[in-house]
Each structure stands twice: as structure tokens, then as C-alpha cells.
């Protein structure tokens, strides 16, 4: 009876500490705020989870997978937000560090490294499983997944596209790299001057192109995330701002939108457009998700070991995967509201 009594007395202090501190931390890590849950969509031992958008019919999650200690093979992955199944579309790409859907419905695969490109999946929702490419040699082995030239050769993340569907912009995620404009309608790819706007560059040669112009340098853009005012966020990771673009006069214009202190290496970003919130992924050791709600920012998720990234807001989902901790695999969950479920 004694013993039963101790345990009871541990449990209550348990849940009283839990209250206070208003997280509630499972058995895979994850650190959760008081009030959020979450539902695991599929978990993985052999890849490494980067950004991530959804098919127009909410069906199926697309991702991209890079190279790490746990995946020696970059690959393009599709899962089934239903049933948890995931479908390996593509592999052998240099790196793969983000998918986005372009206005056109096409799959834009941003490459990483110094010769990176953007590779184009024409049709996502009719693309066989298990296709490979030979990045040196640009080839595929389905003809529906080629590199898109006009994109440039330079080290591919962040990636957005306007509004309006006239622009892609695209940043070079090297410590010092550039930010681009294609346009899409005449395929002409420029990079942005302080003082000149945006320059013309040779999509094959737009670093050292860049460079010689005096192009604007950035500390590492890790994600590019629209607003619904036509303006973009620039996540510089490496210096923990994020940036705001404002590309809609005549004149592009830049300034820090955020920087707090606690907010040290932003990566990727989506905007909540149900909340008017935009949640951060911080690549930091600990990693946190984070919410910013105009005034304040909110720890949502915390983990201590793995990295929290490929945060994607859709009707009021929140979409998040974590590139795993000691003995945990990667895992895509999606984070809700308690009160909502």
C-alpha cells in the first residue's frame, strides 16, 4: 500500500510540473506545447525528410530526401497522407533540399551543392515509382523529370513563386550566395542588385556572373514563403533574420522583418493563413518549431537532438517533419490544435 501511495504522489507531482511548464515530451522527444497535439504520417530509417508541399487534391505529401549519416541516396518521395504508404518517385540527384509546386502543377526539385539545379516532375500524380537520374550527365531515365535550365547552376533551397504566377525566386543557399528572379513567361533569370534592381545573368554561369556585377550576398537563405500581399519572406539562416522582399514597384526593396533573440537559425517557413501566423522551423541544437503571431513568438515543438524542419500550413494543418534523434527514425507528423480535434 505504501509503495502504491509513493507512485501516486510521484504521478501527481509529474502532472503538476507538466502543467507548469505547459509541454507535454513523448517517448520519441518531442517537446509539445500544452494545448497541441499531434498524428504521425509515416516514419523512415533510410531517408531524411527535407521541405515539403502538398498535391492540389491533399492526397499525397511530396518531399524531398538529402544525404545524410542515415541516407546515402538524394530522392524525391511521395506519401500518402491517408494510409501512410510512401512511394519513392526518383533517386541519384546530388542532394535534394526542397519540392514545390509550381503555378503550372509541375514538381520543381531544388538540387543542392555548387552545380545544383532545379529539376522539373511534369506530372507528380501520374509519375512511376523508382526512376533514376545521373545528375552529371542531366539525364533521367523517365522522360518527365529533366532539369529546368533556366533556373541557373548554383546551390538550390529556397524557392518561391509570386503571387501573380509571373516569378520564381530562387536563392543560392551558399553562405554568401545570391537571390534570383525568373521570369516565367520569358525565361529570363536575373539576380538582385542593392542599388541596380534586378540584373540579367547566364543561368550556367550566374554565381561567377553575380559575383563580377557586385550582386546583393546573403547569409544563406534557407526558405522563401509568400505573403498573401504579394511580399516574401527570406529566411537568412545564418544570421537569424528573416527578411522581407517587396517586389511589386518599380524598385525592389528589402528589410528585417523579424529578428529576436531567441530565434537563431531560421529555416523553413509557412504562412498560416487560418491563424495569420507564420510558423519558423529554428536549425538549431535544440531545435524548436516556433509561432509568430505578429508580437510575440510561441515555442510549439522542441527537441533536443533532432532537427525540426519542413513546416507547411494548409487549412489550419500543420505539417512538420523531424530529422530523427538517438535511435529514432525521420518521421512527417501533422500537428493540430487539441481544442479543434
Not at 497541441?36 to 524531398?64: E, I, K, M, V
Not at 509546386?101 to 507528380?124: H, K, N, T, Y
Not at 547552376?153 to 504566377?165: E, G, K, L, T
Request: hydrophobic residues 45%; negative net charge; contains cysteine.
Amino acid at each position: 500500500m505504501g509503495h502504491i501511495l509513493l507512485m501516486r504522489y510521484f504521478a501527481i507531482i509529474a502532472s503538476i510540473l507538466l502543467a507548469l511548464n505547459g509541454c507535454q515530451v513523448n517517448a520519441i522527444g518531442l517537446d509539445v506545447a500544452s494545448g497541441w497535439s499531434y498524428h504521425s504520417l509515416g516514419a523512415w530509417r533510410q531517408l531524411t525528410p527535407t521541405q515539403a508541399d502538398l498535391g492540389a487534391d491533399g492526397r499525397w505529401l511530396y518531399f524531398g530526401s538529402e544525404l545524410s549519416e542515415f541516407s546515402s541516396v538524394a530522392s524525391v518521395a511521395a506519401l500518402n497522407v491517408k494510409n501512410g504508404h510512401t512511394h519513392v518517385l526518383v533517386e541519384g540527384l546530388r542532394n535534394v533540399h526542397a519540392v514545390r509546386f509550381a503555378p503550372d502543377g509541375s514538381l520543381w526539385v531544388a538540387e543542392g551543392g555548387e552545380q545544383g539545379e532545379i529539376w522539373r516532375m511534369a506530372e507528380p500524380g501520374h509519375f512511376p515509382d523508382n526512376q533514376k537520374v545521373d545528375a552529371v550527365a542531366r539525364e533521367s531515365t523517365h522522360p518527365g523529370f529533366a532539369p529546368f535550365r533556366f533556373a541557373g547552376v548554383f546551390d538550390h533551397r529556397a524557392m518561391a513563386f509570386s503571387i501573380d504566377h509571373r516569378f520564381a525566386y530562387l536563392a543560392d543557399a551558399a553562405a554568401d550566395g545570391g537571390l534570383y528572379r525568373l521570369n516565367m513567361r520569358s525565361r529570363q533569370l536575373a539576380v538582385l542588385h542593392s542599388e541596380k534592381g534586378w540584373l540579367s545573368v547566364d543561368p550556367e554561369g550566374a554565381v561567377q556572373l553575380a559575383r563580377k556585377m557586385g550582386a546583393a550576398r546573403f547569409a544563406a537563405i534557407s526558405d522563401i514563403e509568400p505573403l498573401p500581399d504579394g511580399s516574401l519572406l527570406l529566411a537568412e539562416s545564418a544570421s537569424g533574420r528573416i527578411l522581407r522582399l517587396d517586389d511589386r514597384g518599380a524598385k525592389p526593396h528589402i528589410n528585417t522583418w523579424l529578428q529576436q533573440s531567441e530565434l537563431h537559425h531560421p529555416g523553413d517557413m509557412a504562412w498560416d493563413e487560418e491563424r495569420q501566423w507564420l510558423w519558423i522551423a529554428d536549425a538549431s541544437t535544440p531545435s524548436t518549431l516556433w509561432a509568430w503571431d505578429g508580437h510575440n513568438l510561441h515555442r510549439i515543438v522542441r527537441h533536443e537532438r533532432a532537427r525540426i524542419s519542413a513546416v507547411l500550413a494548409v487549412a489550419g494543418k500543420i505539417y512538420v517533419s523531424v530529422h530523427r534523434g538517438r535511435n529514432n527514425p525521420a518521421m512527417t507528423f501533422i500537428l493540430r490544435e487539441s481544442s479543434s480535434e
